[in-house]
């Protein structure tokens, strides 16, 4: 099944601690309904010494949230949109918003 939000598309978050803030899709993970999202969800893990980080301590790295909870951002309106898929002419499977705005091409068209 198409995914309404793919990698490096830019979303919005829609519910939760970080509700109204935007970012960049880093990674998806379609088996758990999860998203990585830049500057999002960020807690702190814990880290020992090591070479990599010598003072070892606590650093700061985003967590995953819920596909549910972001949208992708509308270019026309610069907000979240909801997505429906459309297929042209041609076979092409593509992302459009609500108000009838392109987001992306999902699936090429089929090679005969």
């Known amino acids: ?3 309404h939000i793919k990698k490096g ?3 919005e978050i829609k519910a939760g601690v970080n509700k109204g803030a935007t970012g960049k899709v880093m ?3 379609p ?3 999860r998203v990585l999202v830049e500057g ?3 807690a702190y893990k814990h880290v020992r010494p090591s070479q990599k980080n010598p003072q070892g301590g606590r650093i700061r790295i985003e ?3 819920h596909i549910s909870n972001v949208q992708p951002v509308n270019p026309k309106s610069s907000s979240g949109s909801r997505v429906r898929f ?3 002419a041609k076979g092409n499977k593509k992302r459009v918003a609500v108000d009838g705005t ?3 091409v999902v699936t090429k068209a089929a090679k005969k």
């Open 27 to 29: 990674r998806v993970f």
């Open 102 to 104: 392109e987001i992306g």
């Open 86 to 88: 459309q297929a042209d």
């Open 40 to 42: 999002v969800n960020l």
């Open 9 to 11: 598309d830019t979303v």
């Open 31 to 33: 088996d758990k309904d």
């Open 1 to 3: 099944m198409a995914r």
């Open 63 to 65: 967590r995953s949230i």
